[in-house]
């Protein structure tokens, strides 16, 4: 048995962790059929919970590295290993003053798993910067699937699909600009950055870091796998009948204002979660939308907190809030 990496900080166990470098090593398995059901391919477990030990075969991508495919006096394009840790590519990128990834440094995990879970932050999403995604299946096809292909939508993918499973992300491509602009319509960033005389690249990177170490956990401190629940998007209709009932509650219109999101986070504090613990599991006590384990939690202990959290959240404003962590078991 060998223990599964999980910043839930939860003490799992596969039958096999099998980590592979090349994508001709992993063919290679493949070929030799050594690859069979039950198998599951993991980054660096940062939107797992593990409701339990594994029983099969833990695949992991060590193919790190940057390679340019393109580069003009305006932009570049570059093709990113799947192992390769997400926030070393975005210093990479803010070293090199190529802009567009500050907005998403210090996001855990790697980059094979940040283009199957369209990670965001502070108004990015990766899809505005992916151009392909390189995979291979388990029938040994490589295919390389464009944007538009992988379906993207918020925290979504077609690799999130079941029918999906068999294909392991290889290699990430990415568009970024050369020239000077920043996305800083969401409100702390905005409001840290007017604190500066002059805003650069690493001045976002450094106030990016700086807002998520106030905000959330760090999984060494306290097992956790950040934003554990999707913020809820309802039509105009249920949202004009919430609001009537709730004037403060905050919100963020969408398509063309018919769809509007609220924050998971608020409909969780009314519900008197805030900072609340069952047994070993928490809610986060300065951001509610993070659940915690608070020291020898089991995966179980977490489904059962985040069972009771999305539960009373229904019950009170009639609003289904589901996880954006990925259920193991
Ligand atoms: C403290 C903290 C803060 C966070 N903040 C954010 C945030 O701001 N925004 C955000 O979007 N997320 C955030 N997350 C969630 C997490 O960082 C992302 O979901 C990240 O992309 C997960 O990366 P990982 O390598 O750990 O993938 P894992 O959690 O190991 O896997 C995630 C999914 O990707 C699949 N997968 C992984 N690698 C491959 C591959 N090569 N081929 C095929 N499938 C693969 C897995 O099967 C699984 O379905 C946070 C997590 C933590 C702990």
New binding site residues.
């Given amino acids: 048995m060998k223990k599964i990496p999980n910043?839930f900080g939860l003490d799992v166990q596969a039958d096999e962790l099998w980590e592979y470098s090349s994508v001709a090593e992993l063919e290679t398995w493949i070929a030799q059929g050594r690859i069979t059901a039950p198998y599951?391919?993991?980054?660096?477990?940062?939107?797992?919970l593990f409701l339990g030990d594994y029983r099969g075969v833990v695949l992991h991508?060590r193919i790190i590295g940057i390679e340019t495919l393109y580069e003009d006096d305006h932009r570049v394009e570059v093709r990113v290993g799947?192992g390769m840790l997400?926030d070393d590519f975005v210093a990479y990128s803010v070293d090199h003053r190529w802009y567009g990834v500050e907005n998403l440094s210090h996001?855990?995990?790697?980059t094979?798993?940040?283009a199957?879970?369209n990670?965001?932050?502070y108004g990015v999403e990766a899809k505005e910067l992916i151009t392909a995604v390189e995979t291979i299946n388990l029938q040994g096809e490589k295919r390389i699937f464009t944007v538009d292909e992988c379906v993207y939508s918020y925290?979504d993918s077609l690799?999130?699909r079941a029918e999906m499973k068999d294909h392991?992300?290889t290699y990430v491509r990415f568009r970024l600009d050369k020239t000077e602009h920043y996305t800083l319509n969401y409100g702390a960033l905005k409001h840290e950055l007017a604190k500066l005389p002059v805003i650069d690249l690493p001045a976002v990177r450094r106030a990016v870091i700086g807002i998520r170490e106030s905000k959330?956990?760090d999984?060494q401190l306290w097992g956790?796998?950040?934003?554990f629940f999707k913020n809820p998007v309802v039509s105009r209709a249920c949202f004009e009948q919430l609001y009537r009932q709730y004037p403060q509650m905050p919100f963020y219109e969408q398509d063309n204002r018919q769809r509007i999101k609220i924050p998971a986070a608020w409909l969780i504090e009314q519900c008197g979660w805030k900072g609340k613990a069952l047994g070993a599991a928490a809610v986060y006590d300065r951001q509610p939308l993070v659940l915690i384990n608070r020291g020898g939690a089991t995966g179980q202990d977490i489904r059962v907190l985040s069972d009771a959290v999305q539960q009373s959240v229904y019950c009170r404003f009639g609003i289904d809030i589901h996880p954006e962590v990925?259920f193991i078991g």
């Fill in positions: 910043t599951l391919h993991i980054g660096s477990g940062s939107n797992l991508s799947a997400w996001i855990p995990g790697e094979g798993a940040a199957v879970q990670i965001g932050a925290r690799f999130k392991f992300v959330l956990p999984p956790n796998a950040g934003s990925n």
